[in-house]
């Protein structure tokens, strides 16, 4: 990694290989770039399949609905089901239940099966190919054409929602030729938010144990 960035010291890093939150964060510390140049493939994927499968219960198009899948990628993700919304209408203002325990529709399904979703493919084949192929050509082109595209992609969120330890894992980030430019401060309900500072908390747990 340092002699990639003594070659390349203008590069932007983008991790895919898994864990890929915790193999973001150790790019970042070796290759001394700055944070917004690592970046990794973080819940990209998960959002995308998040929206499908979402589609598939309303009958409309993905592109048509809007909805985040935030924190680690694996199974401590967070769905942001507050902010979930079909042309600016929130459903939860439809079904105030949505995505909680109580929920009677079961909204809650969809994000076990984005989580259970790669296990599922490697089960079945061996391994995980074409989804996160194209979900990585998404955020190339939005750094190769600085589409500065929202993304939720793996970053260092210090300093976001309550989280003071250098974590990376995923928010909705503006993409661009720079890499990450912004980082998008979603509101969160109290759950959601408790949700979130836990993912970070057993990533910085399993980080503290790396010797580098």
Same mark, same amino acid.
């Given at each position: 990694?340092?002699?990639l &960035?003594? =070659?390349?010291?203008?590069?932007?890093?983008?991790?895919?290989?898994?864990?890929?939150?915790i193999?973001t964060?150790?790019?970042?510390?070796?290759?001394?770039l700055?944070k /917004?140049?690592?970046?990794?493939?973080?819940?990209?994927?998960d959002?995308?399949r998040?929206?499908?499968?979402?589609?598939? !219960?309303?009958?409309?198009?993905?592109?048509?609905?809007?909805?985040?899948?935030?924190?680690?990628?694996?199974?401590?993700?967070?769905p942001?089901?507050?902010?979930?919304?079909i042309?600016?209408?929130?459903?939860?203002?439809?079904?105030p239940?949505?995505?909680?325990?109580?929920?009677?529709?079961?909204?809650?399904?969809?994000h !076990?099966?984005?989580?259970?979703?790669?296990y599922?493919?490697?089960?079945?084949?061996?391994?995980?190919?074409w989804?996160?192929?194209?979900?990585?050509?998404?955020?190339?082109?939005?750094?190769? =054409?600085? &589409? !500065?595209?929202?993304?939720?992609?793996?970053?260092?969120?210090?300093?976001?929602?309550?989280i003071e330890?250098?974590?990376f894992l995923?928010?909705?980030?503006?993409?661009?030729?720079n890499?990450? /430019?912004?980082?998008?401060n979603?509101?969160?309900?109290?759950?959601?938010?408790?949700?979130l500072?836990m993912s970070a908390?057993?990533?910085?747990?399993?980080?503290?144990k790396?010797?580098?």
């Open positions: 990694m340092p002699k &960035t003594e =070659h390349s010291p203008n590069t932007i890093l983008l991790i895919i290989s898994n864990p890929v939150d193999l964060y150790v790019a970042w510390k070796l290759s001394g700055p /917004t140049r690592v970046i990794g493939s973080g819940t990209n994927l959002s995308a998040f929206r499908f499968m979402m589609s598939e !219960r309303l009958n409309i198009a993905p592109s048509s609905c809007h909805g985040w899948i935030i924190g680690e990628h694996g199974d401590s993700s967070v942001v089901w507050s902010g979930i919304n042309a600016g209408v929130r459903l939860r203002d439809v079904h239940s949505i995505g909680k325990p109580e929920d009677d529709e079961g909204w809650n399904e969809i !076990r099966k984005v989580v259970d979703s790669a599922e493919i490697i089960k079945l084949k061996g391994y995980t190919s989804a996160i192929g194209l979900s990585t050509a998404n955020i190339v082109q939005a750094i190769l =054409h600085n &589409t !500065r595209t929202v993304l939720a992609v793996s970053t260092l969120v210090k300093g976001f929602h309550g330890e250098d974590v995923s928010l909705p980030c503006v993409i661009g030729s890499g990450v /430019t912004h980082i998008i979603q509101t969160l309900t109290d759950d959601e938010l408790l949700q500072q908390n057993m990533l910085h747990s399993a980080q503290i790396i010797i580098m």
